[in-house]
């Protein structure tokens, strides 16, 4: 088919001939590879040798709903809205509940084609072991369609269940992918970005406790050795101002370079919560740096979206809305400043800056905090790259030693309790974190940061 891609064509041709015996085929493609387009394509073809009649998709946001829609009517040259005259429609996988069985009776009736996105959210066998979607596609789905076929980018699951309707080897226990498409090739390829991921580090930490009239001071090499050693949670760090102006520093610098060749480049920060999307909002605009910021509690957030898509803002600050599935391929350079710390949720948010569009865009940069578990997540992405090259460089914080005083730190469970943490501006530029804990004998912690930050650069290819 004209248009696809060489690896889109070959996982075609793999489809068919396994649909031949089995009705079921799993596709793992790196972020950014093109999966909507593939699942479009192939569906075309099924129609165009009549062994289908309907198609049915499933994805885990309104949004990538959305881009399947679009996706889908412009490859079919048909709408997939599931309305009258339509080839089908695309649902997310929480509304697959609420179908009545007038809808499933579909599976029944036509040979129908069914399309899971990021199918690694649907969890299980058998209806004992499985989450609300994988207990849906089991009941609903398996052997009742035609034809199955699910995408994933990432196919684990944190929880370690196995996702449905997919095959295990034995007695190993691997997952069975029939195509896979990694991003050593998609880069080799031209269909990736080659990503450089960035971790910001400092190497003189010192930590002030003040407890009634003592005071005491440690010094520490790394952010991981504070995180190891002290009460300090690596969220406090997240919203430290010291440690977001440092991060936005750098990828705002990054990004004017991208922009010299990419004038409508953008970047992207993904924040811990609403709140947090707002002190980084503010952080920017500081900066002179235009942003949108959006969340679940945004209004019309699709719209937002959909206008960044198109404009050229600089940057998007998003809270859970912009980590799997959206299409924005102007956005190529990104902040990880997200307390999730899964490797799903970090590959799929890497995956929303190496998207091409072009000749000029061949690398995605990625800024975190060099915590321990980013630290592991970054060296199994270079491990998918054997011949990437580590480069250690420094970079001199502007600003002498600053701190932000953290009053009442429980304990590392501290942040699962957020939402009682309040904060006060002190008037100086620095806040205190209050954890209302009810106990006036906690310590005050002071946490600065020497100028002796320390830039990690992974450089892949």
Known sequence: MPGLRTWQQQCIEAALTHFVTTPHFLCQATPGAGKTRLAAALARCLFEINKIDLVLCFAPSCQVVDGFRTTFANVLGKRLDGLVGAVGGAYTYQAMEH???????????????????????????DPLLSNAWGQQILKRIQDRAAYTLALSGTPWRSDDLPIALARYSSPEGKLVCDYQYGLREAIIDNVCRSPRIVLLDNQEVKL?????????????????????????????LLRHDDVIHQILELACDRLDEVRRQKPD????????????????????????????????????????????????CRWIVAVGMISEGTD??????????????????????LGRVIRRTGGDDKLAWFFMLAESSLKLFSERVSEDLPDDLAVLMQVD???????????????????????????DSLGDGSHFLNCDSGLSSQPNYHLSFSNQYRKILLDFM
Not at 112 to 124: L, T
Not at 209 to 233: C, H, M, N, Q, V
Not at 328 to 349: D, G, K, M, N
Not at 397 to 423: A, F, M, N
């Open 99 to 125: 179908r009545d069985e007038t809808f499933w009776r579909l599976l029944d009736e036509y040979r129908v084609f069914v399309v899971f996105d990021e199918i690694h959210h649907c969890a299980g066998h």
């Open 208 to 236: 002030t406790e003040e407890l009634k009239t003592e005071s005491t001071a440690r010094l520490f090499p790394s952010i991981a050795a504070l995180l190891g050693g002290s009460p300090i949670t690596y969220e406090d």
């Open 265 to 312: 480049a953008a970047g992207l920060v993904v924040a811990t919560d609403i709140e947090h999307a707002h002190q980084i909002a503010q952080a920017l605009e500081a900066k002179g740096e235009a942003c949108h910021v959006v969340t679940n509690k945004t209004l019309g957030a699709q719209r937002v979206i959909n206008f960044f898509r198109h404009s050229d």
């Open 328 to 349: 924005i391929p102007r956005l190529q350079v990104c902040c990880y400043l997200s307390r999730i710390r899964t490797e799903l949720h970090y590959r799929q948010v």
């Open 397 to 423: 914080s502007p600003s002498p030693w600053t701190h932000q005083e953290y009053g009442g730190v429980c304990d590392e469970k501290r942040e699962d309790h957020i939402s009682d943490v309040s904060l």
